[in-house]
């Protein structure tokens, strides 16, 4: 916390944070006027955005689906493969990545390969890149998210569902009649935690997956950050941008949550 | 689900529902049997390419060599090490935290845990934390890797959930026994909370072995990394010549050790295939064992924030 200082300092290592000269707002204007600052908006929030609208629904649709396995040991086993991705790090998977999209013996390009078609060098693709972005995304994700889902599952009364058979209710009618509004709640409470980390497009990700040649679209905040102040030593800039994304968040997630307890009873706290 | 007629729809409902979550495993595991393969096969082989299931020409030579790479033995122990001593750490501390915070005496519960909640959401991010460890004296030594990581505030929060749920005339009949609260803590609350330490244990092994970004920001020592920021080296360093995701003298060290990889008759490249799946194997044979605990806690963290 006391490092927040930092952002309002011109800090100088010789003379620590509290013996160093006030800058006031100096970086934060700095950072507002940074010839980068809407691209690295864009980049984040567009990264952002589209892993919510493509990644939020996987994990429900993933639960969905096994919720209508019979077989409880297909079950399992499927539920076991799922969670494997997430216990993997993000190196392993962009590892993964590169070797499978890789322009010399990579699957993918052999794949093209033996359709007559040129190779592509997917990882320097800057049109490719959020496509990348969001596939991995939710390739390590979407197991692990389902669990909250499934659990949710299992707490619905499964009076509902019989009443629903005598009612004639086929299958899809008792999944958008009964399942889906019992998994409302807690749809809504991830979807708050979702939008409130908005401006966290996931650094590891973006970090270890961006490339010199796609810096213009994967350049996002904490990248940046990173490269600023740990590469150039720009302490305080850095912190004035860490400082910054910090409040927005915090804002977002008070605002979401107060809209969503406004409207739907929905809240965290 | 009920076993009544089925309609053609239902079977074929059925049919396609279960080709594509066997498609979606496939996808998942697909992956590390692609590398398993390349990891098992002749380096030199490999580059022609074709090797997507089995190996062509089996060696165990990629894996001999890993092991007796004194850089690649080093940065496991350092991770080894690393991920028991945080885990062992975190999971009493966060236990002993959260008891605390589950007691409705505990003075000034209220604004400790406000206090926790705003450090954890708010605050200036990575530079801040990196003149912190550097004012601490711990930048670039070994309890980088253990003290940051040994309190979570979100676990603490899981675990209080947990502990919560304990009825309170178990420790109040422990207390007319005699029992102090330490004799409660160790001997009937942390007894009975073994599915949630046991999340919580894995939450943070998993943390520590996979976490590559301490490794690289905040040592600088070749004999201080861990595995998995070596392995990123290694990574980045062989896909691009770039300089974004290295620095200067790194590349060098790598470098150098590449090329003495290369004259020992194995290929990077499959060192690096053999590496990944070094690194993977710890965590693919723990996990499956602990997954019925985990279910659990990540309700209990999730649904009653």
Not at chain 1, 99 to 122: E, Q, T, Y
Not at chain 1, 218 to 247: C, H, M, N
Not at chain 2, 63 to 79: C, E, G, L, R, V
């Amino acid at each position: 916390m006391y490092g927040v200082l930092l952002a309002f300092k011109n800090f100088k290592y010789n003379l620590g944070i509290l013996g160093s000269q006030w800058a006031g707002l100096k970086y934060f204007k700095a950072f507002l006027t940074d010839s980068s600052f809407w691209d690295i908006i864009r980049n984040t929030i567009t990264i952002s955005v589209l892993k919510l609208i493509f990644g939020f629904p996987a994990p429900i649709i993933l639960a969905l689906m096994l919720n209508e396995v019979v077989h409880s040991k297909f079950k399992r086993i499927v539920q076991t493969v799922s969670y494997l991705p997430h216990f993997v790090s993000w190196v392993v998977v962009v590892t993964i990545l590169q070797k499978l999209l890789s322009p010399n013996v990579g699957l993918v390009n052999d794949i093209r390969h033996s359709m007559g078609l040129d190779p592509i060098f997917f990882m320097g693709e800057p049109r490719l890149f959020y496509v990348l972005v969001v596939i991995s995304d939710i390739w390590k994700g979407v197991g692990w998210g389902s669990i909250i889902y499934l659990a949710a599952l299992t707490n619905i009364d499964p009076t509902l569902y019989e009443a629903a058979e005598i009612d004639g209710a086929g299958r899809f009618r008792k999944i958008t009649s009964i399942t889906l509004p019992c998994l409302m709640p807690t749809i809504g409470i991830l979807l708050i935690m979702s939008l409130s980390g908005i401006l966290n497009a996931g650094f590891d990700q973006i970090y270890l997956m961006q490339t010199p040649s796609t810096l213009g679209v994967s350049e996002v905040l904490d990248t940046y950050v990173l490269k600023k102040g740990i590469r150039q030593g720009e302490f305080s800039y850095s912190t004035a941008i860490g400082l910054f994304k910090s409040v927005i968040s915090m804002f977002l997630i008070i605002t979401v949550n107060n809209v969503s307890r406004r409207l739907t009873e929905v809240s965290l706290w | 689900m009920s076993v009544r007629r089925k309609t053609i729809g239902e079977k074929i409902f059925n049919i396609v529902n279960y080709t594509l979550l066997i498609l979606f495993s496939l996808t998942t595991i697909y992956p590390f049997i692609y590398f398993l393969a390349l990891s098992f096969n002749d380096g030199y082989d490999a580059m022609k390419g074709g090797i997507y299931l089995f190996p062509r020409e089996f060696t165990l030579e990629n894996y001999k060599k890993a092991f007796d790479h004194p850089q690649i033995t080093n940065s496991f122990m350092i991770s080894v090490t690393r991920t028991l001593l945080v885990t062992v750490l975190a999971v009493f501390f966060t236990a002993m935290m959260a008891y605390g915070l589950s007691k409705k005496g505990l003075p000034g519960r209220k604004y400790i845990i406000f206090f926790f909640f705003f450090t954890t959401l708010f605050g200036g991010g990575l530079i801040p934390t990196f003149v912190l460890y550097r004012q601490l004296g711990i930048y670039n030594t070994y309890w980088v890797l253990i003290i940051p990581s040994i309190f979570s505030f979100y676990n603490a929060i899981v675990m209080r959930t947990f502990f919560n749920g304990i009825p309170d005339s178990l420790s109040e009949s422990a207390v007319i026994d005699g029992a102090s609260d330490l004799t409660i803590f160790f001997r009937i609350i942390l007894p009975l909370s073994l599915p949630v330490l046991a999340t919580i244990a894995l939450f943070v092994g998993v943390g520590a072995w996979n976490d590559w970004f301490t490794g690289e920001f905040f040592i600088q020592s070749e004999e201080l990394r861990p595995a998995a920021t070596l392995l990123n080296k290694l990574i980045s360093e062989a896909s691009f010549e770039s300089s974004t995701t290295n620095t200067g003298s790194s590349i060098l060290n790598v470098n150098r050790e590449l090329e003495s990889i290369r004259q020992s008759g194995v290929t990077p490249e499959a060192l690096r295939m053999t590496f990944v799946i070094i690194v993977v194997t710890p965590i693919i044979m723990i996990y499956p064992f602990i997954q019925k605990y985990f279910v659990k806690g990540v309700m209990i963290g999730s649904l009653k924030e």
